[in-house]
């Protein structure tokens, strides 16, 4: 455990329907001191070509949840327009609305708890009908 008296968090993002990190996706972070605080917007990065934000902003003592906010829809957009992805869609007994160039998902919210001097690796796994999250290391 760390002496420091903030949490820290980092994430990254894999695209499972390609296999590969998803790159240039917005991720916006806010973060409350106790449950009935307002938010408190921190700051905003973008996932670079490893699907990795590095730049978070440094989380306020006194932190007591953090909020990770993906906006996937310009990602998820400009995905499903290349050939490889419209191909591997027909395919698939894939919902009317795929071929619409509707995105499912505009944007993923993560809400979680964090404790001082604790660093919680948040991954996103993303497809354009379903996301996955758990606490990494």
Same mark, same amino acid.
């Given at each position: 455990?760390?002496? &420091?008296?903030?949490?820290?968090?980092?994430?990254?993002?894999? /695209?499972?329907?390609?296999?590969?990190?998803?790159?240039?996706?917005?991720? @916006?972070?806010?973060? @409350? &001191?106790? @449950?009935?605080?307002?938010?408190?917007?921190?700051?905003? &990065?973008?996932?670079?070509? /490893?699907?990795?934000?590095? /730049?978070?902003?440094?989380?306020?003592?006194?932190?007591?949840?953090?909020r990770?906010? $993906?906006e996937?829809?310009? %990602?998820?957009?400009?995905?499903?327009?290349?050939?490889?992805?419209?191909?591997?869609?027909?395919?698939? /007994?894939?919902?009317?609305n795929?071929? &619409?160039?509707?995105? $499912?998902?505009?944007?993923?919210?993560?809400?979680?708890?964090?404790?001082?001097?604790?660093? %919680?690796?948040?991954?996103?796994?993303?497809?354009?009908?379903? %996301?996955?999250? %758990?606490?990494?290391?």
């Amino acid at each position: 455990m760390s002496t &420091s008296p903030t949490a820290s968090v980092s994430t990254h993002i894999l /695209d499972t329907s390609v296999g590969r990190p998803a790159a240039g996706v917005a991720v @916006r972070v806010a973060a @409350r &001191s106790g @449950r009935e605080a307002e938010w408190q917007a921190l700051g905003a &990065s973008a996932t670079d070509a /490893d699907g990795r934000c590095k /730049d978070l902003p440094a989380l306020p003592e006194g932190t007591t949840h953090v909020r990770l906010d $993906f906006e996937v829809e310009p %990602y998820l957009a400009q995905t499903a327009a290349q050939p490889v992805r419209k191909q591997a869609d027909a395919q698939q /007994d894939a919902p009317a609305n795929r071929d &619409s160039g509707a995105v $499912f998902f505009p944007e993923v919210v993560i809400t979680f708890t964090v404790t001082p001097g604790e660093h %919680y690796h948040v991954p996103l796994l993303l497809n354009p009908f379903g %996301y996955s999250v %758990y606490r990494g290391s």
